[in-house]
């Protein structure tokens, strides 16, 4: 069909693993589409095969469903070279039940000028006009996103207020997400209203107490991979994902009973790529054995294997007996006003002159690196724009040097920073 060769043409990445195999795609990807200065998120799945008796298809259509569930629009792929399958009018039929909006792309039509007479028998699936495109060459891209945009409300993506901050509470099954939730909402005076949340299998609760306004986001957890759909198993982590997308502060939510698994690195990496506020929750500390060094030790652990987010803290607590919950509250609120922490450039360029002064610039073949200025064009995560003489001189030991100048001055706990440099003229 070539569904991954369009999903990489419209995000403009090769992402998507793509083979003239079927069912190659064996995990769901997605990443961000931007078209007219707007943003979508794609989500590339592992095609549908309604009657196949293979266990791994089968399950990939069960990872489709979760996608076609949390979609706004779906768009149904067909060849142009095959022509109306059985498969096709299955996947329509099933697809028009779904109630959601479905365009029709007609994929591999390379040729310009007129469509090729086999085109128009697409019309029998009863989708409406369908919309030439080839994958290949681009051809056909830009009507295809135009014919979604006419689905896609932009004007309302966010159902909270802006004094809530949302907080996605992520982590694998049975870590005590729920009971997390449940401990710091049933302790509080004022309980708003536990609202339906926007995701199948995510329910955002809303807290109002002394401490502010939150609306918690308790996600599916992430299961770890069993042999079975080893190679599927990644549709589960999408409405974590997409829970972490919605937020401005991710709870990382950690098993102290089995330590720190590959499956928390992973959604730990997620949140900081996406430059979220985060906090490591170290759940059920109440069931560990403990001695004098115990915390020391675990805490240690953490660092290691969360070298690449040295920012984030790490707080011990049990929702079952509700030993420091509370304190949650507090790290919360700091996360979040350091992720939307704003500095003025006049501060931001005494650092850098405090710095470069300290440690000089380094030099490549007897030419040094010179950084004329520095200025902060966005926030959430905190984004500094360094303007040089050239782009190349600017390693990355000095680029996490003023980094971590930066974080030093201002205590930027919590939340990664981004530091982009740009050759002066760019």
Excluded at 141 to 147: F, P
Excluded at 195 to 224: C, L, P, Q, S
Aim: with cysteine.
């Amino acid at each position: 069909m070539g569904k991954s060769s369009l999903f990489n043409k419209l995000t403009g990445k090769r992402i998507s693993i793509v083979e003239d195999t079927p069912g190659v795609t064996r995990d769901r990807i997605y990443a961000e589409c931007e078209w007219l200065d707007k943003k979508i998120r794609l989500v590339d799945t592992g095609g549908i095969e309604p009657f196949s008796g293979d266990i791994i298809l089968s399950q990939m259509c069960q990872q489709a469903q979760i996608a076609i569930d949390t979609a706004d629009v779906i768009i149904l792929v067909t060849d142009i070279r095959s022509g109306v399958t059985a498969n096709d009018m299955e996947v329509a039929s099933m697809l028009q039940k779904s109630n959601k909006p479905i365009v029709l792309c007609v994929n591999k039509c390379d040729s310009l000028g007129d469509v090729p007479p086999e085109f128009y028998e697409f019309y029998n699936l009863g989708l409406g006009d369908p919309i030439a495109v080839s994958s290949v060459h681009g051809h056909g891209t830009g009507d295809l996103l135009d014919e979604c945009f006419k689905y896609i409300d932009f004007e309302d993506r966010d159902e909270y207020e802006d004094d809530q901050v949302k907080v996605a509470i992520i982590g694998k099954p049975n870590v005590g997400k729920s009971s997390l939730v449940n401990r710091m909402a049933g302790e509080q005076k004022v309980i708003v209203s536990n609202i339906a949340g926007t995701t199948r299998d995510a329910t955002d609760t809303a807290i109002e107490n002394e401490h502010g306004k939150y609306v918690f986001i308790d996600t599916a957890g992430i299961r770890r991979k069993s042999r079975v759909d080893e190679i599927i198993e990644k549709y589960s982590v999408l409405r974590a994902y997409m829970a972490v997308d919605r937020a401005d502060v991710c709870l990382i939510v950690i098993d102290a009973t089995t330590g720190f698994t590959e499956q928390d690195s992973k959604v730990a990496g997620y949140a900081h790529e996406q430059g979220k506020g985060c906090v490591v929750v170290v759940n059920k500390w109440d069931a560990v054995e403990k001695d004098t060094n115990t915390m020391a030790h675990f805490r240690k652990d953490l660092e290691e294997n969360l070298s690449f987010m040295s920012y984030v803290p790490i707080i011990f607590i049990s929702a079952l007996t509700g030993q420091r919950v509370e304190q949650l509250y507090e790290l919360i609120n700091q996360v979040n006003a350091n992720n939307a922490m704003r500095i003025t450039t006049g501060k931001l360029n005494d650092i850098l002159a405090n710095a470069t002064a300290r440690v000089q610039p380094p030099t490549d073949k007897g030419k040094r690196l010179k950084i004329y200025y520095i200025t902060q064009p966005s926030t959430r995560p905190p984004t500094f724009v360094m303007f040089v003489n050239d782009d190349k001189l600017f390693h990355y030991s000095y680029k996490r040097y003023l980094e971590n100048q930066i974080r030093e001055t201002f205590g930027l706990e919590g939340t990664p920073i981004r530091i982009l440099s740009r050759e002066r003229g760019e």
